[in-house]
């Protein structure tokens, strides 16, 4: 059974998939992020000459806000659907790394990165695989797999392109450019 129906535009394979790859991107893109803090941490660190407690702390408010708001994301998923809680959560992760490219302070990257960034993240996941399985009553396992994959696809892609930019271009307008491909992105694929 489809779960789009007359939703899907006419394809000449399954409309599933296209979700699958979608679902995927975003994944990608957001997780592959996520875990190239590291490559900022270091250049700002040397730059700001903030200790790397100063700067971790922000990690651990970015971790605290996604983990707890990622249980939300599922309900919003349920009330308005995967494409505004996605886009929604696309701006704020996007408007948080654009922010950060502005901060003097470590109050700023406390609430840029910790806060916004971190809202942004926790709505990447949950709606990205429940809508996934939702397209799928056959090949569920693997849908999910290929869309899931995305996200360790990026892990280990994303810290490469990310630092290349920061030793090409410093981390400030890294995080211009990260910022503003993950919103394009993500826009994009949903």
């Known amino acids: 059974m489809r779960f789009a129906g007359n939703f899907a535009p006419r394809v000449p394979f399954y409309y599933g998939w296209v979700i699958v790859i979608s679902a995927g991107i975003i994944l990608f893109i957001t997780y592959g992020t996520q875990y190239s803090i590291g490559i900022f941490l270091a250049a700002i660190e040397k730059d700001l000459g903030w200790t790397r407690a100063e700067l971790s702390l922000a990690f651990t408010l970015y971790v605290c806000t996604y983990t707890t708001m990622s249980t939300i994301s599922g309900r919003l998923t349920d009330q308005f659907g995967p494409r505004k809680v996605v886009l929604g959560g696309g701006f704020l992760l996007g408007t948080g790394l654009l922010l950060l490219s502005q901060v003097h302070a470590p109050w700023q990257y406390y609430l840029y990165y910790g806060l916004i960034a971190g809202l942004g993240m ?6 990205c695989t429940t809508t996934v399985v939702r397209w799928f009553t056959r090949r569920q396992g693997l849908a999910l797999s290929l869309s899931t994959l995305g996200s360790s696809i990026g892990i ?24 503003g491909s993950l919103f394009l992105t993500v826009l994009i694929a949903s």
Do not use: D, E, H, T
């Open 122 to 127: 926790s709505i990447a996941y949950v709606p």
């Open 156 to 179: 280990f892609v994303m810290p490469l392109l990310i630092g290349s930019a920061v030793n090409a271009w410093g981390w400030r307008i890294s995080y211009l450019v990260v910022g």
